[in-house]
């Protein structure tokens, strides 16, 4: 019976852990000249620390010069802030200390609605070779740091790699 137990509990510690590698979704515009590569978040969001989730996204555009753009969409649980100030600061630390950071607009009733786009290089180098330390949303006159876990670090890079390799 312990034996039964102690089986299941590794199987569905296995389906957790896997869980945050999400599939991809690809969809074409009518035209046919922007294809978007996107994590499947159907069901639900892969997380990056508590009350943060996240989204890759990669717009593949036809024509001579093939280009790519790469957005990393933020969504931040229950970070309803009323804040003074109509600008926030939203940065991505790496394990390098390299900063990418963005400024999100609050709206216009004075609140931040909780997701924020961030805008990746085109490949991404610094989330596929790095790891993803800590993501820091700065209001003026506060700072939330979300610190991010080595294995949600991992899962990260493995979904950042898995939207640049898709056809």
């Known amino acids: 019976m312990r034996k039964l137990a102690l ?3 590794f199987l569905l510690t296995g389906l957790f852990v896997n869980a945050q590698v999400k599939k991809i979704v690809i969809s074409v515009d009518e035209s046919g000249d922007v294809a978007s590569f996107d994590l499947d978040c159907s069901t639900s ?3 990056l620390a ?3 989730k996240y989204n890759v996204t990669r717009h593949e555009y036809k024509g001579e010069e093939l280009k790519n753009t790469y957005h990393l969409l933020l969504v931040m ?3 309803f802030t009323k804040t ?3 600008k926030m600061t939203i940065s991505v630390v790496f394990s390098d200390d390299t ?3 963005e400024i999100e607009t609050i709206e216009n009733d004075g609140y931040f609605d909780g997701a924020c786009t961030l805008k990746m290089k085109s490949p991404p180098e610094n989330a596929l070779t790095l790891d993803l330390k800590k993501v820091i949303v700065s209001t003026g006159t506060k ?3 979300y610190t991010i876990s080595a294995q949600k670090a991992a899962d990260f890079k493995k979904n950042v ?3 640049v390799t898709a056809k």
């Open 161 to 163: 790699q898995n939207i």
């Open 77 to 79: 649980d229950g970070f």
């Open 143 to 145: 700072d939330v740091v």
């Open 45 to 47: 969001f892969p997380t």
């Open 50 to 52: 508590k009350g943060l």
């Open 84 to 86: 003074l100030n109509k």
């Open 99 to 101: 900063t990418f950071s």
């Open 7 to 9: 089986i299941i509990a």
